[in-house]
């Protein structure tokens, strides 16, 4: 009995909101429904009156802004008109890094394979450290080791003393450059 009754009383929601949908909700509904479409229509009607001398004295601005669109459009117009041609310039590019990368990829693997690969060049700092050795070397030819006792050894060895005083000049003899050399000019002439 329980169910009947809730069967009921779920019919007797449903006839209520029937009712207050058919009597109360509908008429309200349709009023305001009259109401807006009657003012639309005078909106719109004042729109339309007012449109033909704002229209007219907004003209240029017009002309102007569909000008303007027309020229903004114009690229993506060619764009439609050269698609093919990009698609085919995509397509290639795509299968041109693909074949390069499988050549480089045999090649590389290749070259592995068959010892071609070049030692590896002197970095800078290698080329640097040589550069120094060198410079040391080339100094430690000109100067006598420190160590050494400024009364010369020999008779024929000029002491410490006198390479001190003539540093300037051996390092103006043997400096590098255009400047500390002499530029030799011809002595005949053909004019």
């Known amino acids: 009995m329980d169910k009947a009754v809730e069967g009921q009383d779920l ?20 009023v305001v429904y009259y109401v807006l479409l009657y003012l639309a229509i005078a909106i719109l009607f004042l729109a339309k009156i007012l449109y033909t001398p704002v229209g007219w004295l907004l003209q240029p601005i017009i002309y102007m802004g569909q000008f303007l669109l027309i020229v903004l ?9 050269l698609e093919t041609l990009y698609i085919y310039l995509g397509v290639a590019a795509v299968v041109g890094l693909a074949i390069g990368a499988v050549m480089r990829y045999l090649y590389g693997s290749l070259s ?3 010892h071609l690969d070049t030692p590896p060049a002197r970095s800078a700092k290698e080329y640097r450290q ?8 080339t100094a ?11 009364q010369s050894t020999s008779p024929t060895q000029p002491s410490q003393a006198y390479y001190s005083t003539s540093d300037a000049a051996l390092k103006s ?18 004019y």
């Open 11 to 30: 019919l007797n929601v449903q006839s209520v909101f029937a009712v207050l949908t058919t009597y109360v909700i509908w008429p309200i509904g349709l």
């Open 73 to 81: 459009w114009t690229p993506f117009r060619l764009l439609a008109k």
């Open 112 to 114: 592995g394979v068959l």
């Open 130 to 137: 040589a550069k120094r050795r060198e410079k040391e070397k």
């Open 140 to 150: 430690a030819s000109f100067y006598p080791p420190l160590h050494a006792s400024p």
């Open 173 to 190: 003899r043997h400096g590098k450059g255009l400047l500390n050399q002499t530029i030799m000019e011809e002595m005949d002439s053909d």
